[in-house]
């Protein structure tokens, strides 16, 4: 194998592709990745047995085809540290030579052989999306999905696709989103699976460009996505989450009592600067509602207090105090790219409801703090 390569480019496919592999595995071959020269292309392959990456690599050329399978932490941390605007590459014996701006690496690597094979199967395509659509769900999901617990559906993204509509649903037992958007149907049945949130992650930095559609397909029990179309199509597929994801319709309320739309920017300000004199042990906002302002204030015993007041519009219903943990708060309104969130209450005891028409919806707990 023989190419020259644009570095920036190089390394940005480099570090996606890193992120797949096994931090600690007894298979060397995991702890690395793949590179494949061949029709003018580069493509960089990665694997940790659950999740398989393919990443091209734009501006390249290739002057012979062939593979190389080296270590991902070094090969980013080399090119990570080339001069110069491109790198030349050659590879011989399992051995990869990297040149730069009066720089050479040679970095030793394994058997092309040893990486895992993926077996090609056929498979349809369920549905179609737009990246920018899809990225915008799966931020407005993800952070939300379970990273300890007992119940392993938790700790999966909910994907589920009927007609035309797609739902992303995540929770952790102590909040809830689910996310909707538009897509394409490919098939006339419904899609439903639970993806390791890792894949989501993944999936949300290949598809970079917003114009790029998305296809996806089930592939022997896997999902598989394809972003882009022809040579430079990156492509994820994915072993998904067993089990059965918990019954989230049955957690979002039904009737409130009140309710009030606020200026994501400014109440997304007021709970930060709340939240500042909380500590983990007091990890809760009190939100104070009247029919003209709205006053959030946080407390600890050990820090000292805060209280931020906001004019509020439009509140409907009696007063009320209900406590927030913060953090729930100021991470879901970051990803809110509306001007207006709308929250609805029914009782300090029970779950407030952050809504962006209906394509956001975002069940918090109280904290029982007050």
């Given at each position: 194998m023989k190419l020259i390569c644009d570095r920036a480019v190089l390394l940005a496919a480099v570090q996606i592709a890193q992120q797949v592999v096994a931090a600690r595995t007894a298979v060397p071959a995991l702890s690395c990745i793949k590179m494949t020269a061949r029709d003018g292309c580069l493509t960089l392959h990665a694997s940790d047995k659950d999740i398989s990456v393919e990443v091209p690599v734009a501006a390249v050329e290739v002057k012979e085809?062939?593979?190389?399978?080296?270590?991902?932490?070094k090969l980013a941390e080399v090119i990570g540290e080339c001069a110069g605007t491109t790198v030349r590459m050659e590879v011989a014996k399992h051995a990869l030579t990297i040149w730069a701006e009066k720089m050479k690496f040679h970095i030793l690597g394994f058997d092309p052989k040893e990486f895992p094979s993926q077996k090609e199967s056929k498979s349809t395509v369920e549905?179609?999306?737009?990246a920018e659509i899809l990225r915008k769900l799966i931020v407005?999901?993800?952070?939300?999905?379970?990273?300890?617990?007992?119940?392993?559906?938790m700790g999966g993204v909910l994907m589920e696709r009927k007609g035309k509509r797609l739902r992303l649903v995540a929770t952790d037992g102590r909040r809830l989103v689910v996310t909707k958007g538009d897509c394409t149907s490919g098939s006339d049945a419904d899609t439903i699976a639970?993806?390791?949130?890792?894949?989501m992650s993944l999936l949300n930095r290949l598809a970079s460009q917003p114009d790029d559609v998305v296809a996806v397909a089930r592939l022997d029990g896997r999902l598989s996505f394809t972003v882009g179309q022809g040579p430079d199509a990156a492509r994820l597929t994915t072993n998904l989450i067993d089990g059965t994801f918990p019954p989230f319709e049955d957690v979002i309320p039904?009737?409130?009592?009140?309710?009030?739309?606020?200026n994501v920017q400014q109440l997304l300000a007021s709970v930060r600067r709340a939240g500042i004199l909380t500590t983990e042990q007091s990890k809760g906002v009190k939100l104070g509602f009247t029919a003209t302002e709205l006053k959030i204030s946080g407390s600890s015993p050990e820090v000292g207090e805060a209280e931020i007041i906001m004019s509020i519009d439009g509140y409907q219903g009696q007063p009320?105090?209900?406590?927030?943990?913060?953090?729930?708060?100021?991470?879901?309104?970051?990803?809110?790219?509306?001007?207006?969130?709308?929250?609805?209450?029914?009782?300090?005891?029970?779950?407030?409801?952050?809504?962006?028409?209906?394509?956001?919806?975002?069940?918090?707990?109280?904290?029982?703090?007050?």
């Open positions: 085809p062939g593979e190389a399978l080296v270590p991902a932490k549905f179609s999306v737009t407005r999901s993800v952070f939300a999905a379970a990273t300890e617990s007992t119940r392993f559906a639970i993806v390791p949130p890792k894949a039904k009737e409130h009592d009140r309710k009030v739309t606020c009320i105090e209900i406590v927030f943990n913060p953090g729930y708060i100021t991470e879901a309104l970051r990803l809110v790219d509306s001007e207006e969130i709308t929250l609805e209450m029914k009782a300090p005891n029970q779950p407030g409801v952050f809504r962006v028409g209906q394509e956001f919806t975002y069940v918090i707990m109280p904290t029982g703090q007050g």
